[in-house]
């Protein structure tokens, strides 16, 4: 983009990627460096499931996903077993989220249908820390209602029920950033007070004093 119409074009080397769920993908690599850069290796090829263009994040921009790329991303997300492909595409829908392309209510739904099969502690913590920040800073507070009960009972249950520590360790930062309901406030109160606890997580001091500011 020409962004300050100086009409200069940012020559980019890239991997394109061409998802097909019924085979193996296609990997290519292409030059970008006009205004419009046709991919001639792609030209003939069967049509994919989904484009993607930053494989193995080589290039440095922001690489939105077309409507059908998109709804194909948010379908097979989940089924996606290599976790950095995984992390660049939640990245994608994450930017898609910012430039109006994709609802914030509809990325905060996906985070949550997700998150509880993420067994990737960082990428667990990146998805958490979207979702809080969707949550506090893109939704309304009509929406932010409606879904506050579905976030605080799915970190309160991954609290325990998170496979690792390291991931038990995500959700409680993530709920004592999140933490709004009467019924979150009561299970901050309970951890605090050493009534309940988290399985291999000891609270630190600093741990206390941001339950405290929640």
């Known amino acids: 983009r020409d962004t300050l119409a100086e009409e200069h074009v940012w020559p980019v080397r890239t991997g394109i990627f061409l998802a097909h769920h019924d085979g193996a993908p296609v990997r290519l690599m292409a030059s970008l460096n006009t205004a419009s850069a046709p991919v ?9 499931d989904y484009v993607f263009a930053n ?25 996606i077993a290599d976790p950095f492909l995984r992390a660049l595409l939640w990245g994608a829908l994450w930017d898609d989220m910012r430039e109006l392309r994709l609802s914030p209510v509809a990325f905060a739904n996906l985070a949550l249908s997700l998150l509880p099969a993420e067994r990737d502690a ?6 958490l820390g979207r979702l809080r920040v969707t949550y506090t800073d893109y939704l309304n507070d009509r929406e932010r209602d ?4 579905k976030i605080e009972n799915l970190f309160i249950e991954q ?3 998170a496979p690792t520590a390291d991931l038990r360790i995500t959700y409680f930062r993530g709920f004592v950033a999140i933490a709004k309901t009467s019924h979150a406030r009561e299970a901050l109160n309970s951890l605090f007070a050493g009534h309940t606890s988290i399985p291999d997580v000891p609270l630190k001091q600093r741990d206390r004093w941001n339950i405290i500011a929640a």
Do not use: H, W
Request: with cysteine; charged share 20%; hydrophobic share 40%.
């Open 122 to 127: 960082e990428s667990a913590a990146s998805i």
């Open 40 to 48: 001639a290796e792609a030209i003939g090829k069967d049509c994919p």
């Open 55 to 79: 494989d193995a994040d080589n290039a440095y921009g922001r690489f939105l996903l077309d409507r059908v790329s998109q709804t194909a991303v948010v379908q097979q997300l989940g089924s």
């Open 159 to 161: 609290l325990t029920g």
């Open 146 to 149: 409606e879904i506050a009960p």
